[in-house]
């Protein structure tokens, strides 16, 4: 099939050619029409070669319909990468369509180890592209990005590129990633579609027809609206030509040809490297006087000086997308994925595709999060949770929209440490929704432990909290900086008002259940929160019952976010009036000590929680149980009794009891299952052993060393039976 | 990180006992080792912490969080050879052994809590500033750094570590390393056994880390790209994430009291062996569980036939599950136990204490009213080795069918294992029953044994094995 990798190559330095040519067209003519001539020019020849009216089964209503809504969208794509195209220069654009025919691999096999490999490195490519290509001439186009837009929709796209907070040129690289990505999902769409149509050849053709028609009415304002740079368009038809040819159709004949005669992979992969050598070797001699005859315009020379050129990000990027597009295209080993179970009876090996299988059973993302809703807004704790998370993610976006608008850097930091501390709230959300989930054969007691989990884990996060604050105000302790008050006020007082909310919220939810509330602060980078009364809240340590360390650790951080909005008021109004610059890392040394103190009732609860301590508030109780236990009539003694609480409404308990030889054992069972029950416990085991238990046992364990005894002696295994099992 | 070890030790709120158990530990010889590392970590993490804010490389300071991960390592190996000498007192039953699953706990979890905040502090600085990176002293840390983990690592036996770290599952480090070297040895064989083993986890990311910080270095001392350092710390935080996570979700699990799921398979067989016991109708709310790290415990609730031996069926169940399952405890009972049995039948639990003696045990009290060739009841053999191999209730099977079928039929639904799709209603059990009866074999507590010692091992014993001291309860029925 040499002649096939022969075709692919030769087509591939044609695209490359076309990609560079087009860039030098899309200098002078407008994008639209650029697109629009593409699209006429394939759809006519292509309508020449395919005959899609003639032959083929007539295409019904709905389908032209769908027709429509493809070639919309497949004007929208080409619109984005021919945009960034101008943006970026046609060497990285070739770059980065290589990638296109393995992305669309990548997109069918993400499982594999090796594809996620690929697909970061295609990202490090990408953004080495963004961060390391320091293209001189971008930098010189990023100065004048206002300079010559022809129409709305380029004027659009520029302000969006510049919301976005990318400089021009590299908004270029965000477009053609975007667009490639669109492709990629547009291709596994449109598959089926074209076998509805009747081939993908059909498809192709009609949908150019279609785009160019959806484009027409664009074009035919814009001509009448602007005036045209174009000194002659006569001149234009021979790149047009070339175009059309090279980048549309003789490039979509071939990798229809070569993805049936090679194996995909190989094809992709030859195709790649191609594209890559040529688009270099291109990129170096564009500019070069030899190649001027293959221009079919000739430039003005000002306009020379501005050619995108080679920069060590570009190479950098070049050799990670060469190897992102061999990892991608390699095929996927996915018969790795299986465990071996074992040999057939032939002794073929037998593999089991775990993966697979809970593929197919796990329910459709939507649905989960339809559920999940329902579930959260079902239960007081976990919709009181979600409500405030909800305020308080709004809060935040409109702090960070508002920072970036005013260009605050304060406000978005400030932003930031927000939804770092939603995240607390997230996880607290989490385990107050996987408490209520049934019982598992893993979970054999029920979730009811992940909350003292998540606790625990808050508890943590708060104590690294406190760790990070009090070194940051060590340092500024030393060395206090100028701190700039402006913005700080009404931020904290926003957040003030948002954290009251959740306040209000959470302890009328949870006054009664529990004292153990300490409280934290939770500190913003500079903007440093103080609070004055957290000392009154683990004075009543020592709950009662339905201990949810969840909760509380979910309460600790919205009252420490309350109470350092509070200390930035203070703070401000210190170094405003006084100038007390050491006020502020002060007030962050005094907060996060006070967080670490409040912290630790909640750790400690946690951490008896979970080394199965016997609970602290049944304590009393459990041993006059077990005394009364003790006194039942017929019960000797009892041994191993293990009492622990296993969650919030659950404590759990063993225990082996000894009885008298004439006692009825589940009686006893009874009675202390009513006992223990009294003293909360409502999970139990209860093991009753008369003397005859133990006779059992003792026998059953002289039958154990008589067996290891035979297997070692296999051939007095007959003495062994009669000389020991009577014993 | 100073400040937070103490409050491992929870229950140690008083420092004057705080101390008396720190004299306990270091009485140990061993633990002065693990005392003078910690000591060296100490000062090479004040070391580094200077250099981080010298370089004001973000690079470094997630490289430095790894050697305080090290020192949090560190103690967990102290709490470890703490809890090996202590025992358990009244108010923690269980004993200590779950504080070394707590300590890496939360030592992997503070950990990840500090890729957090390097990833918070990138996120805020990446839009906004360009920091400037002096590469001075960003080598030496790293290799200071890279040097002392490595040898606290290798030199200190970390105990609850390595199990963690063998029994988790692999990081996705691991796994694109494993990918690499596997296609590696594909070119060069020779290097096979080094690099397809499992590598470890932290000599990996310390590994990793190091690497990342050279090309920072690089690329800062030659091109000035101060970008490099951002993201070689947000990528060593992201393959931090990636290696305590595996660990932390183990571990999290054996706080959460889950069943481990390499037990489970070598569980159902015990299980369903138990529930073929005779009298036995059914095993529910069965809840096993990981102490510390390895020993399961348990409990049971097992529903037997009102005529049975609660007795002998207790130490039958214990007996079988005993070797898997170290602290268990198994409920017995029977339905409508209040009215009495049926005229006719024998209640074999009242019966007299039989008297005891060296051959106590070998004299039941009801043995005289049996045929005489089941007169001579041992407890795991057949007496007779020339005789067949006894079964059941071939006897009068009619009575043993529907005893075992009825009663379970309606308990089959509310057992646990009704929504999991393993049928441990009545019907497999009567499978189970003629299949064992069909191929008499070694017994299988031999077996158990084997895979007590270790319990990932292929499971061995067989489905069908029967015991043969099953046949000693037909002894026991009238």
């Known amino acids: 099939d040499i002649q096939y990798i022969v075709l692919l190559v030769v087509t591939k330095v044609l695209k490359a050619l076309g990609i560079f040519e087009s860039y030098d067209i899309l200098k002078v003519v407008h994008i639209v029409q650029f697109i629009f001539i593409l699209k006429l020019g394939s759809a006519v020849i292509l309508l020449f070669f395919q005959k899609p009216f003639s032959s083929g089964k007539a295409i019904s209503k709905r389908q032209w319909i769908k027709l429509l809504k493809h070639a919309v969208f497949s004007c929208i794509i080409s619109l984005l990468g021919f945009f960034g195209l101008t943006l970026c220069g046609p060497l990285r654009v070739s770059y980065i369509t290589v990638v296109e025919v393995s992305n669309m691999l990548f997109c069918c096999f993400v499982c594999d180890s090796a594809q996620t490999r690929g697909a970061a490195l295609f990202i490090i490519a990408v953004i080495c592209l963004l961060l390391f290509d320091n293209d001189d001439l971008m930098a010189k186009m990023a100065e004048h990005p206002e300079g010559h837009h022809d129409s709305a929709l380029t004027h659009f796209l520029y302000t969006a590129i510049a919301f976005l907070g990318v400089a021009d040129h590299k908004g270029g690289v965000v477009l053609l990633v975007a667009s490639l990505c669109l492709k990629v999902g547009f291709h596994t769409a449109s598959r089926k579609l074209s076998v509805e149509i009747g081939g993908a050849k059909r498809l192709y053709a009609l949908d150019n027809l279609v785009s160019a028609v959806v484009l027409l009415p664009w074009v035919i304002v814009l001509s009448a609206t602007t005036e045209s740079k174009v000194e002659s368009w006569s001149s234009l038809i021979l790149p047009f030509g070339m175009i059309i040819l090279s980048v549309m159709i003789l490039e979509f004949y071939v990798e229809a040809i070569c993805n049936t005669k090679m194996e995909t992979p190989r094809c992709a992969r030859y195709g790649a490297v191609a594209l890559f050598l040529s688009a270099l070797l291109l990129a170096n001699f564009w500019t070069h006087p030899l190649t001027d005859q293959l221009r079919s315009m000739s430039k003005p020379a000002q306009q020379l000086s501005t050619e995108h050129v080679l920069s060590g990000g570009v190479i950098v990027s070049a050799v990670f997308f060469i190897m992102a597009s061999s990892i991608l295209s390699s095929p996927s080993k996915k018969g790795q994925k299986g465990t071996l179970v074992g040999y057939s009876p032939e002794g073929t090996p037998l593999y089991n595709f775990m993966g697979d299988a809970l593929q197919h059973t796990s329910q459709s993302l939507p649905r989960f999060i339809k559920d999940s809703l329902k579930q959260i807004l079902e239960e007081y704790d976990s919709r009181q949770i979600f409500y405030f998370l909800c305020l308080n993610l709004a809060f935040t976006f409109v702090e960070l929209f508002y920072g970036v608008w005013t260009n605050s850097l304060g406000l978005i930091s400030d932003g930031f440490h927000m939804l770092f501390d939603c995240s607390a709230l997230v996880l607290g959300l989490f385990a107050a929704l996987m408490t209520r989930w049934k019982a598992t054969r893993i979970f054999s007691y029920g979730y009811g432990r992940v909350e003292i989990l998540s606790g625990f884990i808050n508890g943590l996060f708060l104590m690294v909290i406190a760790f990070f604050v009090f070194v940051e105000s060590v340092t500024r302790v030393l060395d206090p900086p100028n701190i700039n008050t402006d913005m700080l006020t009404p931020v904290s007082v926003g957040g003030l008002l948002v954290n009251l909310v959740g306040i209000c919220a959470f302890s009328h939810a949870h006054a009664h259940a529990h004292g153990g509330k300490g409280c934290s602060s939770n500190d913003h980078g500079h903007s440093h929160h103080g609070h004055s009364h957290s000392e009154h809240s683990h004075g009543g340590h020592g709950h009662s019952h339905g201990m949810n360390a969840n909760m509380r650790g979910v309460f600790l951080h919205v009252l420490a976010d309350t109470l350092g909005s509070v200390g930035v008021i203070i703070s401000t109004i210190l170094i405003r009036q006084f100038g007390w610059l050491i006020a502020d890392p002060l007030c962050s040394l005094f907060i996060a000590t006070l967080i670490f103190l409040s912290v630790i009732p909640l750790l400690k609860d946690a951490c008896e929680v979970l080394l199965l301590r016997i609970p602290q508030e049944n304590e009393k109780d459990l041993n006059s149980a077990l005394e009364k236990i003790e006194k039942i009539e017929g019960v000797l003694s009892y041994r191993d009794p293990h009492f622990w609480r296993h969650s919030a409404n659950m404590i759990a308990g063993t225990i082996h009891l000894q009885i008298m030889s004439d006692v009825v054992e589940q009686r006893i069972i009874q009675q202390v299952t009513a006992i223990l029950k009294d003293a909360g416990v409502n999970n139990l085991s209860v093991q009753v052993e008369k003397e005859a238990y133990f006779q059992h046992m003792s026998g059953l364990s002289t039958g154990f060393q008589e067996v290891l005894a035979m297997t070692q002696q296999m051939e007095s295994m007959k003495y062994l039976k009669d000389g020991t099992c009577i014993m | ?478």
């Open chain 2, 1 to 478: 990180q100073g400040t937070i070890h103490p409050f491992r030790k929870t229950h140690k709120s008083v420092f004057g006992k705080l101390k008396q158990e720190f004299r306990l530990v270091t009485s140990d010889r061993r633990s002065w080792r693990i005392l003078l590392f910690g000591a060296l970590n100490l000062l090479c993490t004040g070391c580094l912490l200077m250099w981080c804010s010298s370089t004001n490389s973000m690079a470094l300071t997630a490289y430095t969080y790894l050697t305080i991960f090290d020192l949090f390592s560190l103690i967990t190996c102290l709490i470890s050879s703490w809890v090996t000498m202590k025992k358990p007192s009244q108010l923690y039953s269980f004993g200590f052994d779950r504080l070394e699953v707590l300590a890496v706990f939360a030592s992997t979890v503070l950990v990840q809590l500090g890729a957090l905040f390097i990833l918070k502090e990138r996120c805020v600085c990446l839009p906004l500033t360009h920091t400037q990176t002096h590469s001075g002293r960003l080598l030496v840390g790293t290799f200071v750094a890279l040097f002392f983990n490595l040898l606290t690592l290798l030199s200190v036996r970390n105990k609850p570590f390595t199990y963690v770290s063998e029994a988790a599952s692999s990081s996705w480090l691991q796994e694109h390393v494993a990918d690499l070297s596997r296609s590696l040895c594909g070119v060069i064989p020779g290097l096979s056994s080094v690099l397809l083993p499992r590598m470890n986890p932290f000599v990996l990311i310390n590994m990793a880390g190091a690497l990342s910080l050279c090309i920072t270095y690089m690329l800062i001392e030659i091109n000035n790209y101060n970008a490099v350092d951002t993201a070689s710390a947000v990528a060593i935080a992201l393959m931090t994430f990636g290696t305590m996570y595996p660990m932390s979700v183990y571990s999290g699990k054996v706080l959460l009291q889950t069943t481990p799921s390499h037990v489970i398979g070598q569980l159902d067989k015990l299980l369903r062996e138990v529930s073929t016991l005779e009298g036995v109708l059914e095993v529910r709310n069965e809840h096993f569980w990981t102490v510390g790290f390895g020993s399961l415990a348990g409990s049971a609730h097992v529903r037997i036939r009102r005529d049975a031996n609660e007795q002998l069926v207790l130490a039958h169940v214990t007996n079988r599950l005993l070797p898997l399952v170290s602290t268990l405890t198994v409920q017995i009972f029977k339905d409508d136990w209040t009215r009495p049995l049926l005229s006719g039948t024998l209640s074999s639990s009242p019966s007299p204490v039989p008297p005891l003696g060296p051959e106590g045990y070998a004299i039941p009290p009801s043995s005289s009213a049996l045929p005489p060739l089941l007169s001579d009841p041992l407890t795991s053999t057949p007496s007779k080795p020339s005789s067949p191999p006894p079964e059941f209730a071939f006897d009068t099977p009619g009575r043993n069918v529907q005893q075992v079928v009825l009663p379970a039929a309606g308990h089959h639904a509310h057992g646990p294992y009704g929504g999991l799709g393993l049928a441990y209603g009545a019907s497999p059990y009567a499978g189970m029953l003629s299949q064992g009866v069909a191929r008499p074999g070694m017994p299988s507590s031999q077996s158990y044994r084997t895979a007590f010692g270790a319990p990932t091992l292929p499971l061995r014993f067989g489905t069908s094995n029967p015991l043969a001291s099953q046949s000693q309860y037909r002894q026991y029925q009238p």
